[in-house]
């Protein structure tokens, strides 16, 4: 069964360093990329950032580059977003979702999310 | 790039059809045949229902269809029912940069 398990929801204030995860597990991480997908309370959902789970390849939305950084520990199959100063406007529900290893791929399977609460 | 655009809502009754249409520029929906649609029950994570414009994944049924025609997509949903009772996103491979750019959603409401 597929799982894209993700770490649990944070707290915290404006300017802390922040990093969520997201592991993956019962199917071949060869053959897919890992995005992170937000929803800001209420909102519509929007790309964050794209991972390959076996090279060093990554892809940054332009809407939040310089913002939050997208990596890997390939030997646990894990994805990562990282932020290191954050803002009350980063509280959103953080989705990770897998997708093919072929360009224009959808999002096939999604994790239950990661709720980020920043607030003095 | 702006988001892709959406109505806000759409209603229907039981066992009516639905379409809700998603609009973009040539540079993403009217140049690319990548369009998905996903649906989101309240509390719960995005689910694939729809991708390449027309294609099923595994287990969706196929009361849900797509299509596009220049720069809009479509996604119907025929013989609506309760559980279909969800918001709705479109979204459009846009590049290499800029690999999915995501509609502003809708809300159907099953009457």
């Known amino acids: 069964e597929v799982q894209l398990e993700q770490s649990g929801a944070e707290v915290k204030k404006p300017g802390e360093s922040l990093k969520i995860s997201c592991t993956n597990s019962?199917?071949?991480?060869?053959?897919?990329?890992l995005g992170w997908v937000r929803q800001m309370p209420g909102k519509g959902l929007e790309w964050v950032a794209l991972i390959s789970l076996v090279g060093s390849d990554t892809r940054v939305s332009p809407s939040f580059e310089g913002r939050v950084t997208i990596s890997a520990d390939h030997s646990i199959s894990t994805a990562y977003l990282q932020w290191s100063s954050l803002r009350v406007s980063d509280t959103a529900m953080y989705y990770c979702?897998?997708?093919?290893?072929?360009?224009?791929?959808?999002?096939?399977?999604w994790g239950h999310g990661t709720l980020v609460t920043v607030s003095s | 790039q702006s988001a892709l655009t959406q109505p806000r809502s759409v209603s229907g009754s039981p066992g009516q059809s639905v379409t809700i249409s998603c609009t973009g520029t040539s540079s993403d929906v009217g140049r690319y045949n990548s369009v998905s649609w996903y649906q989101q029950h309240p509390g719960k994570a995005p689910k694939l229902i729809i991708y390449?414009?027309?294609k099923w994944p595994s287990g969706v049924p196929d009361r849900f269809s797509g299509s596009k025609s220049g720069n809009t997509a479509s996604l119907t949903i025929s013989g609506l029912q309760a559980e279909d009772e969800a918001d709705y996103y479109c979204?459009?491979?846009?590049?290499?940069?800029?690999?999915?750019?995501f509609g502003t959603g809708t809300n159907v409401a099953v009457l």
């Open positions: 019962g199917y071949s991480v060869n053959n897919y990329w």
């Open positions: 979204c459009s491979y846009a590049g290499t940069y800029i690999p999915y750019l």
């Open positions: 979702a897998r997708r093919p290893a072929i360009t224009a791929s959808p999002f096939d399977s």
């Open positions: 390449d414009v027309d």
